[in-house]
């Protein structure tokens, strides 16, 4: 069973039009959520990390939002250069160091 | 400085070749990591280093073979690749159980 699910896969949107992005997770004692953005070719590119419930960050465009299931990543009037794959990323009280992905959403946001 | 170094970016060896990735940080980080990613895929752990001791080896062949030689350089060493082995690898660091700073990879060909 996957632990981390994100989706949608893949998504299309017009320059300024808002959406959002899921990350749902089913580990216990969860220790921290995390985002990133990863242009092709790249590493990693972190964004932010969720602790709690309830906890929201936010970063010009990004606003990523935290529940006891599942997170949202919401994009706000995207642009063309928000183009990228957001990938989320749980660590729990068993697992250590590690870090476990969910698969990515692949974004691309036409002018 | 949230930097993380790797070098070289780009790396194309014969299956008979030895090579080694190198990787560095300055963020007084303790645990360092290594991932593989294939195209269109989230990246998956090969290896963890706490306090320079290997911790975490995810039943990686033995042909990669890696060497935390301080606590701000980590080392990939490769020898005997196989072509499906062709990947982006990139190097991590956190504090424990913290976000991870991603270097920018090194992109692998193996012939």
């Known amino acids: 069973e996957d632990q981390v699910t994100q989706s949608p896969e893949a998504l299309r949107l017009q320059e300024g039009e808002s959406s959002s992005l899921n990350c749902s997770y089913t580990?216990?004692?969860?220790?921290?959520l995390f985002w990133y953005r990863q242009d092709p070719g790249k590493g990693p590119e972190f964004l932010f990390t969720l602790y709690s419930a309830g906890e929201e960050k936010e970063k010009e465009r990004l606003k990523a939002t935290l529940t006891k299931k599942e997170s949202f990543l919401h994009i706000t009037a995207p642009k063309p250069e928000d183009s990228a794959t957001y990938l989320c990323a749980v660590n729990w009280v068993e697992a250590g160091n590690m870090l476990t992905f969910g698969g990515g959403t692949r974004l691309m946001v036409k002018p | 400085d949230t930097e993380v170094t790797q070098t070289p970016k780009h790396l194309v060896m014969g299956m008979t070749n030895k090579k080694s990735l190198k990787c560095e940080q300055h963020?007084?980080?303790?645990?360092m990591y290594w991932y593989k990613q294939k195209a269109k895929k989230p990246p998956e752990l090969m290896f963890v280093?706490?306090?320079?001791?290997?911790?975490i080896n995810e039943s990686v062949p033995s042909r990669f073979s890696p060497e935390c030689p301080n606590s701000s350089l980590l080392n990939l060493h490769l020898h005997a690749l196989q072509p499906e082995d062709s990947a982006l690898y990139l190097c991590?660091?956190?504090?424990?159980?913290?976000?991870?700073?991603f270097g920018p990879g090194t992109r692998l060909t193996v012939l």
């Open positions: 580990v216990s004692g969860l220790r921290g």
């Open positions: 991590a660091s956190s504090h424990l159980a913290r976000e991870q700073f």
């Open positions: 963020m007084g980080h303790r645990a």
């Open positions: 280093y706490s306090y320079e001791k290997l911790s």
